[in-house]
């Protein structure tokens, strides 16, 4: 096959621009996603926490995990930093030193899923084992899952944990918002628990709004910020804070861009590059063969018809030899003939055999 | 061979000694961990030497020095504070060694010279001595720790300097004539030292830190000199928290005496009160100058600028003196203790208001009839009375008409116990100690004329929990509003079990009491048999 370079270069450009110019579209969209109408939150409010881990409990009960190693009316646990893992969805951490002497200390943080707008793990998933449901959680399908992890990578807040001690079918593990009761009506168990409505639930629209009447009621007791409006695109659990987030082991870093939005740019690419690339360069494949088949066929007409040319012409060579022989051949017979009959008397038997047999050879040398 | 086992046991021990002497230099030496807080020294007598920061960028860290250590030494030597201190008209100048700061090369000298000197004579006389090499004094991290405190003058210590100056103010006070460029002093137009003596050196007033230690340090040590009891000379009499608290505080201060009414009808406009046409459509407050003098540690508290009335620069449409606060801002602005609403906010930030008010919003919007605690007469009337009565009467005439309130329901209209049976499932009932909690309440702030005036009903103190229902002896119950949680049509309304555990958690905590511990369940809710 022979593709000059500037041929290759026109094709690689095309599929570029074929490329680009598909991705365009969302690119350089202004759409945001707000999440669903009318999805549900749930607002945590540490100047309310009080500590006493009844939402763990709670968590634990309707979820039916495994009881924890010290029970949950030991408060001692609390002395030490914990994080989520494949057998509790949700944690309660103590902050002593908090900077405000304004707030009465400690205060704490409850962590669970945030259950984002768009959710990292989701988009990082490829088999598609999240998913955000229409009521704001964000559930796991065990059954489509691989195992590979990426979610757990992907989510900022590090909250998808693993069941590494399950030896034959590991499955992911974090919150799921009790998505199977808020779908028949219950609030979350860790909502139904908390005793002083440090986690407020309902729709996130209306939280949002609670949210800032808090804040406006008492400007002196929140930061005024409301953490998880913007964060990482929006989460359905939203933050009140009498300390600076940060101050509360809460990242400030993440910025307002929805995960899958860092990553829309290189993946939407992908669907294109699976879709037209094989296609382009089976299509140049075929396009090279296609042009090497006609030229081959060219030729062998080509040939044939030279072949042909050949043939005929030496047909009529043959012809017109075989004919300047036998003419040849009837001058020598005429000639014999006169000087047979010249010499009628002598014997004229031994020349007239031998001629006739040297004609006869001539024309099967040339067809040869 | 037992020669060369001992000869090995002995290189082997010094080895072992070596090593550890080095690993124990080196972690002297380098251990990155600096001294924790508490291993840090606090002192309230560091100076930091910046004089050369005036003539441009320091080349080097400013000194730290600690001004106690010196006194101590130089008054080891039998010498006084004119070691290092010259005088100019028989007072110390608070500057090191020098009357101005001239040159750069000039002040860097003083120090350079009579410093490095010091210590360097002190070192030859075998005495304790400082450092004399650059990096020794000039340094960044000091492992010291201020606990420097600003020090004020309260009513009480002004009463004590007056009455041990004979009531002679100009001893201290004095004004600037910008005719003479000179201080003289006006009788009765004392102010504050922070009125006109910055933070910083203007160009004719040097700064209240220059201003008070001239003052302070060079009277008391006359007074010193003369008598054996004097104020503090030293930096922690006056700076150090601990020394702070031995100054001695009158309980009863006789009154400050400059002019001040004793009641006095808030002004609206500059023009005067008796002009009706001048002043405000609101109704008039009268004041009393006197009882509030009561409350606060110094006139610099309302009196933040100067000693005139308010509306002299907060007039009802604000003036550039005024930073363009207005007349009723100036009253009713929060969160600042010059205005009487925040004030009167920050008061109810003490343990025994908190418990209720934690939870009422702080806003200045209030019951419109709350305006008329204050604003109380009417202006006509009032022109029209002064005609006749002095202003003085007539405001104490107006604050005498007052009623405090006082009055409580009898003991036996208050429910004793009330019987709460909500999470009846899990626990026995929780059993509220009605009766002893308003007693409690009531008591705690049955002194204050604050609440007197301002818990306008006998129903107010029962409105902290009864809330948002009008005030009445037998109240709804707490269930009739608060019921299942988040309500989608009322989202921000507290369900029935948050609602009581935030009454009664919020109240404790805001008073400060410390049991029952709120994560305690079984101190409320007794266990079920």
């Known amino acids: 096959m022979s593709i000059t370079r500037r041929k290759f270069l026109g094709w690689l450009g095309a599929a570029t621009a074929g490329t680009t110019l598909g991705n365009t579209a969302n690119a350089a969209s202004n759409k945001h996603f707000s999440g669903y109408p009318n999805s549900m939150g749930v607002l945590f409010d540490n100047t309310r926490c009080i500590g006493c881990r009844k939402c763990e409990e709670g968590c634990n009960t309707v979820n039916e995990l495994p009881a924890p190693e010290r029970p949950f009316d030991d408060l001692s646990v609390l002395n030490t930093r914990r994080r989520t893992d494949a057998k509790t969805y949700t944690i309660v951490n103590r902050y002593d030193a908090v900077s405000n002497v304004k707030v009465k200390e400690p205060l704490y943080r409850k962590v669970q899923c945030n259950h984002c707008l768009e959710p990292a793990c989701a988009s990082a998933c490829f088999v598609r084992a999240f998913s955000k449901t229409k009521k704001g959680a964000v559930i796991y399908d065990a059954s489509v899952c691989v195992g590979c992890r990426y979610c757990m990578i992907a989510c900022p807040f590090e909250i998808p944990t693993y069941e590494y001690d399950s030896a034959f079918e590991p499955r992911v593990m974090k919150c799921t918002m009790c998505s199977p009761r808020i779908e028949k009506g219950l609030l979350p168990g860790c909502v139904e628990a908390c005793p002083t409505e440090a986690l407020t639930y309902g729709k996130r629209t209306d939280l949002l709004q609670v949210a800032r009447a808090r804040i406006s009621k008492f400007p002196d007791r929140y930061v005024n910020h409301i953490y998880g409006e913007n964060e990482m695109g929006g989460t359905s659990w939203l933050y009140l804070s009498a300390v600076p987030y940060k101050e509360v082991g809460m990242r400030e870093d993440l910025g307002v861009t929805p995960a899958p939005k860092l990553t829309a740019g290189a993946l939407s690419g992908v669907p294109i590059v699976v879709g037209i690339w094989p296609v382009l360069l089976t299509g140049i494949y075929a396009m090279s063969k296609r042009k090497e088949k006609i030229a081959n066929t060219e030729t062998k007409l080509a040939v044939a018809a030279a072949v042909e040319q050949a043939n005929t012409e030496a047909k009529a060579n043959l012809k017109s030899e075989i004919e300047a022989v036998n003419k040849m051949k009837q001058k020598e017979i005429d000639n014999a003939v006169k000087k047979a009959l010249e010499e009628a008397a002598k014997p004229k038997e031994e020349d007239s055999d031998a001629q006739p047999e040297k004609a006869e050879k001539k024309p099967s040398e040339e067809g040869s | ?529």
């Open chain 2, 1 to 529: 061979m037992k020669k060369v086992k001992a000869r090995l046991s002995v290189t082997g021990s010094v080895l072992v000694i070596l090593i550890v002497t080095i690993c124990l230099t080196c972690s002297g030496n380098y251990g990155a961990k600096g001294p924790s807080e508490s291993e840090m020294q606090q002192r309230a007598d560091i100076i930091r030497i910046n004089s050369m920061q005036k003539f441009g960028k320091l080349e080097r860290p400013a000194v730290p020095f600690l001004h106690q250590k010196h006194t101590e030494a130089v008054a080891k030597k039998n010498k006084d504070c004119t070691a290092c201190h010259l005088t100019q008209k028989d007072r110390l100048v608070f500057k090191y060694m020098r009357l101005e700061d001239s040159t750069q090369q000039a002040v860097m000298d003083v120090y350079h010279a009579n410093c490095v000197a010091c210590h360097q004579q002190t070192a030859a006389a075998n005495e304790k001595s400082g450092p004399v090499v650059c990096g020794e004094c000039h340094q960044e991290r000091t492992g010291l720790v201020s606990v420097w405190q600003p020090m004020g003058m309260d009513k009480s210590l002004h009463y004590r300097h007056s009455k041990a100056q004979n009531e002679k103010c100009e001893r201290c006070h004095h004004q600037y004539d910008e005719v003479t460029k000179k201080l003289f002093y006006a009788k009765g137009q004392e102010g504050t030292c922070r009125y006109c003596h910055q933070d910083v050196t203007e160009e004719n007033r040097i700064s209240l830190q220059q201003a008070s230690h001239l003052e302070c340090i060079n009277c008391h040590s006359q007074t010193l000199a003369k008598f054996d009891d004097a104020g503090p000379i030293t930096c922690g009499g006056c700076h150090d928290p601990a020394q702070q608290k031995l100054i001695e505080r009158l309980k009863v201060v006789p009154r400050m005496q400059r002019n001040q009414p004793d009641t006095v009808f808030v002004r609206a406009s500059k023009s005067g009160i008796k002009d009706p046409k001048q002043a405000t459509r609101m109704k008039m407050v009268p004041f009393n100058h006197q009882s509030h003098e009561e409350y606060s540690d110094t006139c610099r508290v309302c009196h933040h600028a100067n000693l005139n009335a308010c509306v002299q620069c907060h007039t009802l449409q604000g003036t550039k003196e005024g930073k363009y606060v207005t007349l009723e801002a100036s009253m009713h602005r929060l969160n600042v203790n010059m205005s009487c609403s925040g004030c009167h906010e920050i008061n109810q930030r003490a343990p025994e208001c908190a418990g209720c008010h934690v939870s009422i919003a702080k806003t200045r919007q209030q019951d419109p009839s709350a305006c008329q605690t204050c604003h109380m007469a009417d202006v006509v009337q009032v022109a029209e009375s002064l005609q006749q009565t002095d202003e003085k009467e007539l405001a104490a005439m107006y604050l005498a008409a007052r009623e405090p309130m006082t009055d409580m329901y009898a003991a036996s209209d208050i429910p004793e116990n009330v019987e709460i049976k909500a999470l009846k499932n899990q626990y026995e009932p929780v059993k509220l100690p009605h009766r002893k909690i308003i007693k409690t309440l009531s008591n705690n702030i049955k002194n204050s004329k604050l609440v007197a005036y301002f818990h306008a009903d006998k129903n107010t103190l029962c409105q902290a929990c009864h809330h948002h229902s009008p005030a009445a002896q037998k109240p709804p119950n707490c269930a009739s509003c608060h019921g299942r949680p988040f309500d989608e049509r009322d989202p921000s309304k507290p369900g029935l079990m948050a609602a009581y555990h935030r009454q009664c958690m919020d109240c404790h905590d805001a008073m400060g009491l410390e049991k029952p511990v709120a994560t305690n369940c079984v101190a409320c809710h007794p266990k079920k048999s």
